[in-house]
């Protein structure tokens, strides 16, 4: 085996080192409107054509809202009757507005596997953003992965895996696009921390240093994925990236994905990102939320020829493109209709549909990861006494009247004093109650919040069940003759801010104050993602615990029909829980090393060495591995048949050819109904000693056997040639696993290229 090697980098003074660079790509490639496009650029193309250069400047730009709180407003262009655009928020549903449904967050989504909820989520959530007049949803997330487990932003995304990322991603974009919205994938790229994200007191924003191939083989893969789904937008990051602004880098935007992913659609700017009018020459199409230091100032680079008029037109014909490929000619409402503030009067603009309803359940049960179950802890059964404990088994004390669900839950002194703007420290836990997202953009207002005490009280009411509660003790009294105590704890994380921990004092010592006292301890974790469990795991009276991400408003409905066995356990973590820190190939953000330092610098030698590639490759144990995840029932596997297709290097094969078909048999032999992840995993030369590149979820009753298909794609078995800037294959021997985790590999076989 391969060990890799982890260069720490030795930060000098600016100067004092080469730093890593990025090279000049110019010009910009103009959109060529081929294939799904070739009707939109052909109706885009009309339209701008009969625009002044003032009017196409218009489309390019962000105008003060007039009489809504979209993020983001284009210009509109009355003479052609143009009425321009609301760009608006985001993960969870939409931010900042009532009557609206709040979804599973993107890392539960990702818990789940499932493409078809992750699909159904992104058209609901899709409708609603259209009804409420919101053009482009700003989302899904392809970055951060989750490079360092804090990253504040890593629960917007799928998981720390680029290909469960990157088909995630594209079912979101699917739906998403189909409702008739615009999506926009984001942050391209490398944006894998909140700290320094942006330049702040004279200190530059974080440099990503990534080599080529990581580049390809890691971060721009859910992106490759996402151009396949046809996404109409990316949106460029806040940092840099070798030392040049995100939206600012023409090898990113000209080079990477206007030329060797031939992006048709329009690249957007993060919100106040650092760009100024050579951003344009770049490959940067639109600014946001104002002008910035465009608008008239972009009228002007024209007039004294810093940009070509041809690329003002090609930006608005790439925006003009993207809203007639979803249709927003033909059908849409006034842009930012259903966006009004609400302190003032406004009309009621309610974009929920019923069929929504079941796809939000489905999906909260879905995230929920088993992850121990000893002595048949769970389900309950009728149980005669229960005890609940913990800072997250209710409802935060309150909704609309505060910020806290529209800006997340940033601004609740409850939960811990964050600020927006303010780099002030919070807990890493919310302890003002329970979460079912974690905060600012991608938070939304809940419909309603079923919490997890009311729907236990319900159930209660049911079953004849006798309830203590205590949410408030920090060492509670425990009725002896209770048959379980379920202790609620969580992990919260803010855009913004990058998580201080993985782990909080007050909460582990809550599980173990309750333990002490109760034999059969169940602990429940809403959790942004990874958090070691380490104090307790090993506990005696620690009989089961459950991870259960952010499950939108359906919170303790979900959890209720799980923890009854109503329904099953079927989630997978998107992400390794380590036994310590130090266990993970990078934890730590990057940040100035040297006093006065205002470059900071953050290489990314690790590699692809992430996450599950690193614990595997240098044998690290976990506690629990990526792709984990415990059922009600059991499966077997059996009948592993591999075959291979021509995939000799000849010349006219597309990297979307199929490369191999691998069939296994599932056989639930359990006595309960039940649903499994099955997973592949490849081992290709040179690279990690595995690497997810298949999954497919199956529902068997007892008994009952499924043929699970895996393709696998000629990219899927390649690696970037820096060399030849191409995908290779590479002769050798490929192992091919297939199992019910990334450790619990159950067969495996291997074919010879
Ligand atoms: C960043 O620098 C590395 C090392 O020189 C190079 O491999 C990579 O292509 C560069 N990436 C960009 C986007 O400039
Ligand atoms: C530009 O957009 C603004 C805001 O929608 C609008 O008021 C203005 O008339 C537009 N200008 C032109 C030249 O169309
Ligand atoms: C032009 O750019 C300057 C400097 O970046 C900025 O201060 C100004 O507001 C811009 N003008 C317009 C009309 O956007
Ligand atoms: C052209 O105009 C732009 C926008 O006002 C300005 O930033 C740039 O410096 C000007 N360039 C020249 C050569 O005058
Ligand atoms: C909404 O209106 C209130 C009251 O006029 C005002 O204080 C607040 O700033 C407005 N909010 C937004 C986002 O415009
Ligand atoms: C487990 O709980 C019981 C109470 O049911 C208690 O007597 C015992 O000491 C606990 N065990 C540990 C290791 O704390
Ligand atoms: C656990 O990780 C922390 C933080 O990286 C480190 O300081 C500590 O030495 C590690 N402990 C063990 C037992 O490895
Ligand atoms: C997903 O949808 C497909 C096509 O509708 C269906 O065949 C499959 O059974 C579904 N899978 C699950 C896990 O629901
Ligand atoms: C591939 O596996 C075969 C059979 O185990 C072995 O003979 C051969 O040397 C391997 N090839 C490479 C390139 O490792």
Same mark, same amino acid.
């Given at each position: ?20 660079? #990025? ?45 809504? %709180?979209?993020?983001?407003? &284009?210009? &509109? ?30 890392v539960h989504a990702g818990a789940s596997w499932d493409r078809n909820l992750t699909y159904l989520r992104g058209l609901y959530m899709g409708k609603e953003f259209k009804a409420k007049g919101v053009n482009v949803l700003l989302g899904p997330n392809a ?47 490398? !944006? ?53 602004y995100g939206c600012m880098n023409s090898k990113l935007l000209n080079g990477v994905l206007k030329t060797e992913l031939a992006f048709e659609g329009f690249v957007l700017l993060d919100w106040n990102a650092v760009h100024d009018v050579r951003s344009v ?93 000893? !002595? ?18 209710? %409802?935060?004390?309150?909704? $609309? ?9 940033? #601004? ?31 938070? $939304? ?32 009294? %425990? ?27 007050? #909460? ?7 333990a002490r006292k109760c034999s059969n301890t169940i602990v429940i974790v809403h959790t942004v993602g990874t958090r070691l469990v380490e104090q307790w795991i090993d506990h005696p009276n620690v009989t089961a615990l459950v991870f259960a991400h952010l499950?939108?408003?359906? &919170? ?23 036994? !310590? ?142 060399? &030849? ?7 050798? !021997? ?20």
């Amino acid at each position: 085996m391969k060990k890799h090697l982890v260069v720490c980098s030795l930060l000098l003074p600016a100067g004092a080192l080469a730093l890593a660079e #990025s090279p000049p790509v110019y010009p910009s490639p103009p959109g060529q409107g081929t294939g799904q496009w070739a009707s939109a650029y052909a109706s885009a193309r009309s339209l701008v054509g009969q625009m002044t250069l003032e009017e196409k400047v218009n489309v390019t730009r962000g105008f003060p809202a007039v009489d809504n %709180v979209c993020a983001g407003n &284009s210009g &509109s262009v009355p003479r052609l009757g143009w009425p321009g655009m609301c760009l608006h928020d985001a993960g969870n549903g939409v931010r900042a507005t009532d009557l609206v449904n709040s979804y599973p967050s993107a890392v539960h989504a990702g818990a789940s596997w499932d493409r078809n909820l992750t699909y159904l989520r992104g058209l609901y959530m899709g409708k609603e953003f259209k009804a409420k007049g919101v053009n482009v949803l700003l989302g899904p997330n392809a970055g951060p992965l989750g490079r360092s487990p804090l990253g504040g932003r890593n629960w917007e995304g799928f998981g720390v895996d680029p290909y469960l990322s990157g088909q995630l991603n594209y079912e979101t974009i699917i739906g998403h696009q189909e409702a008739g919205v615009i999506a926009n994938v984001k942050h391209f790229i490398a !944006n894998e921390q909140e700290l320094h994200r942006r330049p702040y007191f004279g200190v530059e924003a974080v440099s990503s240093n990534v080599d080529d191939k990581t580049l390809h083989e890691f971060y721009l893969w859910p992106f490759v994925d996402s151009l396949r789904a046809g996404v109409a937008s990316v949106m460029c990051s806040y940092q840099r990236v070798n030392n040049t602004y995100g939206c600012m880098n023409s090898k990113l935007l000209n080079g990477v994905l206007k030329t060797e992913l031939a992006f048709e659609g329009f690249v957007l700017l993060d919100w106040n990102a650092v760009h100024d009018v050579r951003s344009v020459n770049a490959g940067l199409d639109m600014v946001m939320p104002l002008g910035g230091s465009l608008g008239a100032n972009l009228t002007a680079a024209v007039r004294n020829g810093t940009v070509e008029e041809d690329r003002v037109t090609d930006m608005a014909t790439r925006i003009l493109a993207a809203w007639y490929l979803v249709g927003q000619d033909i059908d849409f409402p006034t842009p930012g209709i259903g966006m009004k503030n609400l302190s003032l009067p406004h009309e009621q603009v309610d974009a929920r549909i019923p069929e929504a309803n079941p796809v939000i359940l489905e999906g909260a049960i879905a995230g929920h990861v088993l992850l121990k179950n000893d !002595n048949r802890a769970l389900p309950l059964s009728k149980p005669t006494m229960l005890s609940v404990f913990g800072y997250d088994a209710t %409802v935060p004390r309150t909704k $609309n009247t505060d910020v806290l669900f529209q800006l997340g839950y940033t #601004s609740s002194p409850e939960m811990g004093q964050a600020v927006l703007g303010t780099e002030q420290h919070f807990d890493q836990a919310a302890r003002g109650g329970t979460i079912v997202t974690g905060g600012r953009a991608a938070a $939304n207002a809940p419909s309603y919040m079923i919490d997890p005490l009311s729907a236990i009280q319900h159930r209660a009411a049911a079953d004849g069940t006798w309830v203590n509660w205590d949410l408030d003790s920090f060492d509670p009294t %425990v009725n002896g003759a209770t048959d379980a105590c379920l202790v609620f704890i969580n992990a919260m994380a803010t855009e913004g801010w990058d998580r201080e921990g993985v782990r909080d004092d007050f #909460s582990d010592s809550l599980v173990l104050n309750v333990a002490r006292k109760c034999s059969n301890t169940i602990v429940i974790v809403h959790t942004v993602g990874t958090r070691l469990v380490e104090q307790w795991i090993d506990h005696p009276n620690v009989t089961a615990l459950v991870f259960a991400h952010l499950p939108g408003q359906d &919170s303790g409905t979900a959890l209720v029909q799980l923890l009854y066995g109503d329904a099953d356990f079927s989630g997978k973590l998107p992400y390794t829980i380590a036994k !310590n820190e130090s266990d993970y190939s990078v934890f730590e953000s990057c940040r100035p090393v040297v006093p006065g330092d205002t470059n900071p610098q953050c290489d990314f030698s690790e590699g692809v060495y992430l996450d599950y590639r690193h614990f595997d490759a240098l044998n690290i144990t976990p506690r629990y591995e990526f792709g984990f995840g415990l059922s009600y029932t059991t499966f077997e596997y059996s009948s592993l048949s591999i075959k291979t297709q021509d995939i000799s290097d000849a010349a006219g094969q597309s990297l979307w050819d199929i490369a191999a078909e691998v069939q296994v048999t599932v056989t639930n032999t359990g006595s309960r109904a039940g649903q499994e992840i099955a997973q592949l995993y490849v081992a290709v030369p040179e690279s990690p000693p595995r690497q997810l590149r298949g999954f497919d979820k199956v529902s068997l009753g007892p008994d009952q056997s499924a043929t699970v298909g895996f393709q696998l794609t000629r990219r899927d078995l390649s690696v970037w040639d820096v060399v &030849s800037q191409s995908w290779d294959l590479q002769e050798g !021997n490929y192992t091919i696993f297939v199992g019910a985790s990334s450790r619990d590999i159950r067969l495996y076989d291997t074919i010879t290229i």
